[in-house]
Nanobody
């Protein structure tokens, strides 16, 4: 029902920062309940990174608490993931996700590569 366009991935040194963006579009954008970020490294399962609901509540994976911050600009229909103090183990493809109110239907972005290396 919604399309998600991601940006902001790239190569960064350990200890550096990146900011990922996820813009939602489509006729159901006003019915988005929550948005989130997931990641998948080679040979590993996709894991939850962070989520933010329409009321502003957030959740984080233990591995990123204190380093990553998820936020949402409802006027722009965009979610952000600010990533600080990046570590090599943060290297993965990061995916954006949106969940619809009531129906709980989900949409996924195409994924963006984040590489942390010296």
């Amino acid at each position: 029902q919604v399309q998600l366009v991601e940006s902001g991935g790239g190569l960064v040194q350990p200890g550096g920062s990146l900011r990922l963006s996820c813009a939602a579009s489509g006729r159901s954008i006003f019915s988005i309940y929550a948005m989130g970020w997931y990641r998948q490294a080679p040979g590993k399962e996709r894991e939850l990174v962070a989520t933010i609901a329409s009321g502003g509540s957030t959740t984080y994976a233990d591995s990123v608490k204190g380093r990553f911050t998820i936020s949402r600009d409802n006027a722009k229909n965009t979610a952000y993931l600010q990533m600080n103090s990046l570590k090599p183990e943060d290297t993965a493809v990061y995916y954006c996700n949106a969940v619809m109110l009531v129906t709980r239907l989900t949409s996924w972005g195409q994924g963006t590569q984040v590489t942390v290396s010296s």
